[in-house]
């Protein structure tokens, strides 16, 4: 993949990891950029979380670069705030920019400190290797439980010329983004603002990384920045940006897609779509509190039908619908009508659960217009393994 231009990377191995596998990873614009970022909301947030967010606040959106790490989430820990800073200031250093235009993420198991010698003493010889081509070494280093990196670009063709949009993302477990352990960073060549920057990450986030969940939790460090340095010379015009904002949508979602895909043990996914809910924001919460239901995501697990465990999971998520006026579909199979049974064959519903890749259509009687899609994948006995032992 091509990646924008105007963009390098690097990768290399930092010993944060307990193996020797890349753990740190740089990013640069070649120019100063526009920045914007999505935090976690869980209010526990790991210190380049917080330090990062005050960068950006000081330099009124503008980056130059990223430094991300995995093997250690530099969260809850007395020194967490340093080591982020002396990152950044080595960094920048390093790279001849601004303190405040190094950007910060982290990844790996909370709680344990991180000695900021690894990264500061590793950043020359990243420094050194940048190059284009480094864009896939470092969707590599940035992983942990992942078992594949995750890239996704687009091009879109404006009246000024060609913009690229690229990205990369890790997560596997800990997702439930409201913005898992998730970590995503977008680069568009695209000469656009800061101020126009913020809402269209806010909206592609919504429309994508917070429509995923593998098991319900919300990290400490879930991270999405989207850099735009302009490189292409292509400003796009008002009437064109709608076209930009679908393009980094649809990488957003296919990164989201491929995290869920990814989940920690995971064999299946599942793709929820609800119609006629009063709103696309109560469309989302119903999508929401099916996903997250371990009864739902067993049930996909072991390929049985039962869609009243999809009934029931809705009715927990605080929206208000009627009961009698839900109809349900299993891969295109009717499975409930008007909230009671249909007739439908169970075995023929079963064979098609055993697929890699189902959709259920939650969709409500009545006039109704909200809408959403969200998606999640089964909870099996792999996903207690690799949890139960995460740190050992």
């Known amino acids: 993949m091509t990646p924008p231009l105007g963009f390098r990377f690097a990768a290399t191995y930092a010993g944060i990891r307990k193996t020797a596998q890349d753990d740190l990873a740089l990013m640069v614009s070649e120019r100063p950029a526009a920045a914007a970022a999505v935090f976690t909301s869980n209010l526990v947030k790991a210190a380049p979380l917080t330090v990062s967010a005050s960068y950006l606040a000081q330099s009124k959106g503008v980056a130059r670069a990223i430094v991300a790490n995995a093997g250690n989430a530099n969260c809850a820990t007395p020194n967490g705030v340093r080591v982020a800073r002396a990152t950044a200031r080595a960094a920048a250093a390093a790279l001849g920019v601004r303190e405040r235009e190094v950007l910060l993420a982290s990844t790996g198991v909370i709680g344990v400190p991180l000695d900021e010698r690894r990264i500061v003493d590793a950043l020359p010889k990243l420094v050194a290797a940048l190059a284009p081509e480094g864009f896939d070494a470092a969707a590599r280093a940035i992983l942990t439980t992942d078992t594949i990196p995750k890239t996704a670009s687009a091009e879109v063709r404006l009246q000024g010329g060609t913009v690229r949009i690229a990205g990369m993302a890790k997560g596997a477990g800990m997702i439930h983004p409201l913005m898992a352990t998730m970590l995503s960073f977008l680069f568009t060549d695209a000469d656009l603002r800061p101020a126009e920057l913020k809402p269209m990450l806010a909206a592609a986030v919504e429309r994508s990384f917070n429509r995923i969940s593998v098991d319900g939790d919300t990290s400490t460090n879930d991270t999405v920045y989207l850099i735009a340095n302009g ?106 009508r008007r909230g009671t049974a249909a007739d439908f064959s169970e075995d023929e519903v079963k064979r098609s659960l055993e697929e890699r890749e189902s959709v259920l259509r939650f969709a409500i009687r009545g006039k109704g217009k909200g809408r959403a899609r969200f998606w999640t994948c089964d909870l099996t006995e792999e996903y207690i393994r690799i949890n139960a032992s995460y740190r050992t």
């Open 231 to 336: 490189a292409s010379g292509v400003r796009p015009l008002s009437k064109e940006r709608a076209r930009v904002e679908e393009a980094l949508l649809q990488v957003a979602e296919q990164l989201a897609v491929a995290i869920v895909r990814d989940g920690e043990g995971a064999r299946k996914l599942l793709t929820i779509a609800v119609e006629g809910a009063s709103s696309d924001r109560a469309a989302a919460t119903l999508a929401r509190a099916i996903a997250n239901s371990p009864l739902v995501k067993t049930a996909l697990a072991g390929a049985d039908p039962n869609w009243g465990r999809i009934l029931s999971a809705a009715g927990n998520s605080g929206v208000a619908f009627d009961p009698a006026k839900v109809d349900l579909d299993w891969n295109g199979v009717r499975v409930c």
